[in-house]
């Protein structure tokens, strides 16, 4: 049966879409843990002197912390003052505040730092980062003290894409005021900054961990923030920090006084800092997400005093949350973490149809592209949206162009299928954008199908014919006659629609005619059989004639095409012939009586030679006899 000339693949579209939801549900599934926009943390651990049951408490709200309206379990932790073998229980105390999250140690160092403030360190999530482990440097910065240099690329976003890698430095500048330790400040920035500036411009770079600056005229600082290659950009500005009006910014000390290797003196110093680059600033890409930088914990009223001194309000409406938090930053280290969370790039995903199955040739055909920007984000704001192009190249024709935000629905656009010439064909459209890192561009996805020629129907295998007519006998009042038509897929191959027979109506389907069979589908190679019966019951002597009109079609595939195959059916019907009468009924009139008996004695004897008739040789043995006569008589009346 034929099928209208325009069809898209809407059972295929709906597998591509659950294909997508699928995706779109787990990351709703997991966004309690796995997926997000980027979380980035670093924290004086004051190489565990503190409690560590209190530090695991801190470690869980690194992730619980909704301040800036959503929660993730950190991704990047940059950790200071790490003696060796430290870090394996920092892993172990990250793993038990988020089971099930898939944490890892970065590249670690100790260059003899133990007696000296300790090492650096860093722990990430592999679901979403992975360290480029052969970019791991240490730089010097005084003091017995080395920073050290990650590399971190986002996951699933392409090895080779820089603008979704970034570099961090960990750091730990000498202590205390005066001078002399502001100097080895100074040249301990200064060997970081230069080691920035040799990395390829535009590189996102962070600076992260413990600088101990005392306020922003300190030379370390000024030569941080100061223009140039890699300058580093304090989120807060560079304004002064010193004082209860700034106290929602610092860092140090949770306690007021000292103990157990812990330093007091309560809430007064800025000594914590994520710097940012001009990349991570500039609102595109991977950048920080404007408003969520801040010291976990640090409610802003515990100015010169111990962080839980008094009801803290850090989680707005949940004063005994935020007590807990409190009192666990107290007993954990002399330091409270400094927390960002940063929006990433899009990322393409991109879903067609696997198969735009078997059409015929001119097929008016579309097949369906699925994008959507999967980036694994919380929020649609932890990923930047982006514009992007699809171009249809090989079976696929015509290009497309939308934009995609995160958590959006996929938009859908339809590309042609060329289906001009025959044979298996594959095409492919490639999605890509120009929007900075974002993961997976181009993206290629592929479909592939076969364009069939049309069947053709015909009355014979090797030649074109749409007229036919046959010829039968009948005789009048006797047997009802069967007429045979073969319907042929002319020139059948492989590469042709099998063919249709959906109707067959006309004067040859009426009475005396009668269709006895003929609606029948997939003629190949064998002919399909239209018969006609004609029942002569009455019928008088002569010629009758009936056309019929066969409408045929191709296979139900998209581009089928429907005609008509005409047949006559030309009869003869014969007289009936004259029933022979009884044995002995000579004369032909229907009775055997006394003029029949006359005949047979008339011709008594031999018959004549043949092929003289002898008709009153009833039995055949060629004399007229007496036995003859037992026949006559015995049929008499």
Same mark, same amino acid.
């Given at each position: 049966m034929?099928?209208?000339?325009?069809r898209f693949?809407?059972?295929?579209?709906?597998q591509?879409?659950?294909?997508?939801?699928?995706?779109?549900?787990?990351v709703?599934?997991?966004?309690?843990q796995?997926?997000?926009q980027l979380?980035?943390a670093?924290y004086?651990?004051?190489r565990?002197?503190?409690s560590?049951?209190?530090?695991?408490?801190?470690f869980?709200?690194?992730g619980?912390d909704?301040?800036?309206?959503f929660a993730?379990?950190p991704?990047?932790?940059?950790?200071?003052?790490v003696?060796s073998?430290q870090?394996?229980?920092?892993?172990s105390l990250?793993q038990q505040?988020?089971?099930g999250?898939p944490?890892?140690?970065?590249?670690?160092?100790n260059?003899?730092?133990?007696?000296?403030?300790g090492?650096?360190?860093a722990?990430?999530?592999?679901?979403?980062?992975?360290?480029d482990a052969?970019?791991?440097?240490?730089i010097?910065?005084g003091?017995g003290r080395?920073?050290?240099r990650?590399?971190?690329?986002?996951?699933?976003?392409?090895?080779?894409?820089?603008?979704a890698?970034?570099?961090?430095?960990?750091m730990?500048l000498?202590?205390?005021p005066?001078?002399?330790?502001?100097?080895?400040?100074?040249?301990?920035?200064?060997?970081?900054?230069?080691?920035?500036a040799s990395l390829p411009?535009?590189?996102h770079?962070?600076y992260?961990g413990?600088?101990?600056?005392?306020?922003?005229g300190?030379p370390?600082y000024?030569?941080?923030?100061a223009?140039?290659?890699?300058?580093?950009?304090?989120?807060?500005?560079n304004?002064?920090?010193?004082?209860?009006g700034?106290?929602?910014r610092?860092?140090q000390s949770?306690r007021l006084?000292?103990?157990?290797?812990l330093v007091?003196?309560?809430?007064?110093?800025r000594?914590?800092?994520?710097?940012?680059?001009?990349?991570f600033?500039d609102?595109?890409?991977?950048?920080i997400?404007?408003?969520t930088?801040r010291?976990?914990g640090?409610?802003?009223?515990h100015y010169?005093?111990?962080?839980?001194?008094g009801n803290?309000f850090?989680?707005a409406?949940n004063?005994?949350?935020?007590?807990a938090?409190?009192?666990?930053?107290?007993?954990?280290?002399d330091? @409270? !973490? /400094?927390?960002?969370?940063y929006?990433?790039p899009?990322r393409?995903?991109a879903? &067609? *149809? %696997?198969t735009? +199955?078997?059409v015929l040739?001119?097929?008016?055909?579309?097949?369906e592209?699925?994008?959507s920007?999967?980036a694994?984000v919380?929020?649609?704001?932890?990923a930047?949206?982006?514009?992007y192009?699809?171009?249809?190249?090989?079976a696929?024709?015509g290009?497309?162009?939308?934009s995609?935000?995160a958590?959006a629905?996929?938009?859908v656009?339809?590309f042609a299928?060329?289906?001009?010439?025959t044979?298996?064909?594959?095409?492919?459209?490639?999605?890509?954008?120009?929007n900075?890192g974002?993961?997976r561009?181009?993206?290629?996805v592929?479909?592939?199908g076969?364009?069939?020629?049309h069947?053709r129907?015909?009355f014979q295998?090797?030649?074109?014919?749409a007229f036919l007519?046959v010829?039968a006998?009948?005789?009048?009042?006797g047997?009802?006659?069967?007429?045979? @038509? !073969? /319907?042929?897929?002319?020139?059948w191959?492989?590469?042709?629609a099998?063919l249709? &027979? *959906? %109707?067959?109506? +006309?004067?040859?389907?009426e009475?005396?005619?009668?269709?006895?069979s003929?609606?029948?589908?997939?003629?190949?190679?064998?002919?399909g059989?239209v018969?006609?019966?004609?029942d002569?019951t009455?019928?008088a002597p002569g010629q009758v004639?009936a056309f019929?009109?066969?409408?045929?079609?191709?296979?139900n595939?998209?581009?089928?095409?429907s005609?008509?195959l005409?047949v006559a059916?030309a009869l003869?019907?014969?007289?009936?012939?004259?029933?022979?009468g009884p044995?002995?009924?000579l004369?032909g009139n229907?009775?055997v009586?006394?003029?029949?008996?006359?005949e047979?004695?008339?011709?008594w004897g031999?018959c004549?030679?043949?092929?003289?008739?002898c008709p009153?040789d009833?039995?055949?043995?060629?004399?007229v006899?007496?036995?003859?006569v037992?026949?006559?008589?015995g049929?008499?009346g």
């Amino acid at each position: 049966m034929a099928t209208p000339p325009h069809r898209f693949s809407r059972g295929l579209r709906t597998q591509a879409l659950s294909r997508l939801a699928l995706g779109v549900l787990t990351v709703l599934l997991t966004a309690g843990q796995a997926p997000a926009q980027l979380r980035i943390a670093n924290y004086n651990t004051a190489r565990l002197q503190g409690s560590t049951i209190d530090l695991r408490h801190v470690f869980g709200e690194l992730g619980d912390d909704n301040t800036p309206g959503f929660a993730q379990p950190p991704h990047l932790v940059v950790f200071q003052e790490v003696n060796s073998g430290q870090l394996s229980t920092l892993l172990s105390l990250m793993q038990q505040a988020h089971p099930g999250i898939p944490y890892a140690a970065a590249t670690y160092t100790n260059a003899g730092e133990d007696p000296v403030g300790g090492a650096q360190a860093a722990l990430y999530r592999t679901d979403l980062l992975v360290e480029d482990a052969g970019a791991h440097a240490d730089i010097f910065t005084g003091a017995g003290r080395f920073a050290d240099r990650w590399r971190f690329r986002l996951v699933d976003y392409g090895a080779a894409n820089s603008d979704a890698a970034f570099y961090i430095y960990g750091m730990h500048l000498k202590a205390s005021p005066g001078s002399e330790n502001e100097q080895i400040r100074l040249d301990g920035i200064n060997a970081v900054r230069a080691n920035a500036a040799s990395l390829p411009a535009g590189t996102h770079i962070l600076y992260a961990g413990d600088f101990n600056f005392y306020s922003p005229g300190e030379p370390g600082y000024v030569a941080l923030t100061a223009a140039g290659t890699a300058r580093g950009i304090d989120p807060h500005g560079n304004g002064s920090w010193s004082g209860s009006g700034h106290a929602i910014r610092h860092t140090q000390s949770p306690r007021l006084t000292s103990s157990g290797g812990l330093v007091g003196g309560g809430m007064d110093d800025r000594f914590d800092f994520q710097f940012l680059t001009a990349p991570f600033n500039d609102g595109a890409g991977l950048t920080i997400l404007q408003g969520t930088y801040r010291s976990l914990g640090n409610d802003g009223l515990h100015y010169g005093t111990a962080i839980n001194q008094g009801n803290n309000f850090y989680f707005a409406g949940n004063v005994s949350r935020s007590n807990a938090l409190a009192d666990a930053l107290h007993g954990a280290s002399d330091h @409270v !973490p /400094v927390v960002v969370d940063y929006r990433i790039p899009g990322r393409i995903s991109a879903a &067609i *149809d %696997a198969t735009f +199955g078997t059409v015929l040739q001119g097929a008016s055909v579309g097949v369906e592209l699925l994008v959507s920007n999967d980036a694994p984000v919380v929020v649609a704001y932890g990923a930047e949206s982006f514009e992007y192009a699809a171009a249809g190249t090989g079976a696929l024709s015509g290009t497309q162009a939308g934009s995609a935000a995160a958590l959006a629905a996929p938009n859908v656009h339809v590309f042609a299928v060329n289906t001009l010439s025959t044979g298996f064909k594959t095409g492919a459209v490639q999605v890509s954008s120009n929007n900075q890192g974002v993961g997976r561009s181009p993206t290629i996805v592929q479909t592939s199908g076969t364009v069939l020629l049309h069947a053709r129907p015909s009355f014979q295998s090797d030649a074109d014919v749409a007229f036919l007519q046959v010829t039968a006998d009948a005789v009048a009042d006797g047997p009802t006659i069967e007429i045979d @038509v !073969p /319907v042929h897929n002319a020139f059948w191959t492989s590469m042709q629609a099998a063919l249709d &027979i *959906d %109707a067959v109506t +006309g004067s040859a389907t009426e009475p005396p005619f009668a269709l006895v069979s003929g609606v029948q589908s997939g003629i190949t190679a064998t002919p399909g059989i239209v018969r006609f019966a004609f029942d002569p019951t009455g019928a008088a002597p002569g010629q009758v004639t009936a056309f019929s009109s066969i409408a045929v079609s191709d296979e139900n595939l998209p581009g089928a095409l429907s005609g008509t195959l005409i047949v006559a059916v030309a009869l003869t019907v014969s007289p009936a012939e004259d029933p022979p009468g009884p044995p002995g009924d000579l004369d032909g009139n229907g009775v055997v009586n006394f003029n029949d008996l006359l005949e047979l004695l008339s011709a008594w004897g031999p018959c004549p030679p043949r092929p003289e008739p002898c008709p009153a040789d009833l039995d055949g043995n060629g004399t007229v006899d007496f036995s003859d006569v037992l026949i006559l008589l015995g049929n008499w009346g």
